[in-house]
């Protein structure tokens, strides 16, 4: 009778011990591999072109903070590719955060860390991710996604390395505007001439020697300007107003009708002399009336002058 109550109390023990190991066993899986168990959770997808060392059991993070793991990763075909899809375990107590506005990004925990997702924050009134729906992602920096966008940049600063060499070795051969200012004494020289003309020409000006000293340094010409500025303006304000005899002419449209028809009358009278049946224009356009006229004019020229030289052939006076 000892020995059975023995054995029962060895078996109770027993029971008690693989009990308590068994549970401590789950414990140390649900908490070493991260799994929600016990809370309620939907699931999110993403679609991704390379996992970047993405694992199953990958923690899922928003905005930092840990809500859930990544619970399946399969590679689905689809117009003639392949991409990677990534089922995600989100606590339910998040799904409200998670909206049409967030994106998810790969990211590593530390500088050498496991890779996981970050989901950003969503907003308030962006409608909220549901069952099964999928997350935008964000492309996020790799060492290994670098290297093809880093290739074509290295080529370029070769090539600019290589260009700045060739430049410098013509700089030091004294080629170039700047090789021989670095080299060449004379070239030097010329640009010490320059400055020193240059000098010069700035001691002038401050001395105020010349017209652009003068116009710099002297206030009375810039007065000067300014008044017969001033005057020109006063001018043309008169002109435009339309005062004065210019002003009048370029603004009173009596005054050019007047010359207009003064102008009109002087054709009139031209157009009239250039007719025959007038006496002017008779006179005008007739030869032989001119030629007529030249002769009487001779004529009478010779009387007069008879007529002083010998008067008495023309005027015969007797008291009886």
Same mark, same amino acid.
């Given at each position: 009778?000892?020995?059975? *109550? ?7 023990? /027993? ?6 190991? %068994? $549970? ?6 649900? #908490? /070493?591999?991260? @799994? ?15 996992? @970047? ?6 923690? %899922?993070?928003?905005?930092?903070? &840990?809500? /859930?793991?990544?619970?399946? $990763? ?14 995600? !375990? ?14 998810? !990004? ?19 009134? @962006? ?23 880093? /290739? ?44 020193? @003309? ?10 105020? &020697?010349?017209? $652009? ?19 020109? &303006?006063? $001018?043309?304000?008169?002109?435009? !107003? ?5 002003? &009048? ?9 007047? #010359?207009?028809?003064?102008? !009109?009358?002087? *054709? ?32 009478? *020229? ?19």
């Amino acid at each position: 009778m000892h020995n059975i *109550n023995s054995r029962k109390n060895n078996m109770k023990v /027993g029971y008690t011990i693989f009990s308590g190991l %068994v $549970i401590l066993i789950l414990f140390t899986i649900i #908490v /070493g591999t991260g @799994e929600n168990f016990f809370s309620k959770t939907y699931n999110l997808n993403l679609a991704v072109k390379e996992t @970047e060392g993405l694992k199953k059991g990958g923690a %899922v993070l928003l905005g930092g903070l &840990k809500i /859930g793991n990544i619970t399946d $990763i399969e590679i689905v075909p689809e117009d003639n590719n392949n991409k990677i899809i990534l089922e995600l !375990s989100i606590l339910q107590e998040y799904a409200g955060k998670i909206t049409a506005g967030s994106t998810a !990004s790969i990211e590593t925990l530390g500088l050498l860390g496991d890779k996981m997702v970050n989901i950003s924050l969503g907003k308030y009134n @962006e409608e909220p991710l549901r069952e099964g729906d999928f997350l935008k992602v964000k492309e996020s920096f790799s060492l290994e996604t670098a290297g093809t966008a880093i /290739g074509p940049i290295l080529s370029k600063l070769d090539g600019i390395v290589t260009d700045v060499k060739t430049i410098t070795g013509k700089v030091s051969a004294g080629n170039g505007t700047i090789g021989k200012l670095l080299v060449e004494d004379s070239a030097v020289d010329k640009l010490d001439k320059i400055i020193e @003309e240059i000098t010069s020409i700035v001691s002038s000006i401050n001395s105020s &020697k010349g017209l $652009i000293g003068k116009l710099i340094n002297e206030p009375g010409l810039y007065h000067d300007l300014a008044s017969i500025t001033l005057n020109i &303006k006063t $001018i043309t304000d008169s002109l435009a !107003s339309g005062k004065g005899t210019i002003g &009048k002419l370029l603004r009173d449209d009596l005054l050019y009708n007047e #010359v207009n028809n003064i102008t !009109s009358g002087l *054709n009139n009278i031209i157009r009239i002399t250039e007719k025959d049946s007038t006496l002017i224009g008779g006179s005008l356009n007739d030869k032989n009336l001119y030629i007529k006229l030249n002769t009487l004019i001779d004529e009478l *020229n010779f009387l007069v002058t008879d007529i002083r030289e010998n008067p008495t052939r023309y005027i015969n006076v007797s008291v009886f």
